[in-house]
């Protein structure tokens, strides 16, 4: 299974920038599609965006269309998620996961067998 690896996240204004990484290994990463999931305290765990295992095709959680950007490495295996124009409701630890392919594109969590352990992003207003 691919291990998963998180960082990136901080504390930062509304209306700024961060961009999220997540390195994985023991896989090839080629063979996986990858998506990132947010939950905030008390919330169930949220799609986010997710990108198909070359990079040609990607989906985006409503909340996030049009700020955040998903992308990949792959001969780094490392996903990237460049959040802009932050809002406070952002809040929420984010995590990566990834799908062994042949897979389609999902926005369930359980579409995903593989979790990072969570990197926290805090937003204030």
């Known amino acids: 299974q691919v291990q998963l690896v998180e960082s990136g996240g901080g504390l930062v204004q509304a209306g700024g920038s961060l961009r999220l990484s997540c390195a994985a290994s023991?896989?090839?990463?080629?063979?996986?599609?990858m998506a990132w999931f947010r939950q905030a305290p008390g919330s169930e765990r949220e799609f986010v965006a997710a990108m198909t295992s070359t990079g040609g095709s990607t989906d985006y959680g409503d909340s996030v269309k049009d700020r955040f950007t998903i992308s990949r490495d792959n001969p780094k295996s490392t996903v990237y998620l460049q959040m802009d124009s932050l809002k406070a409701e952002d809040t929420a630890v984010y995590y990566c996961a990834a799908q062994r392919i042949p897979a389609m594109l999902t926005r369930n969590a359980r579409g995903y067998s593989a979790w990072g352990q969570g990197t926290q992003v805090t937003v204030s207003s």
């Open positions: 023991g896989r090839t990463f080629d063979n996986y599609l």
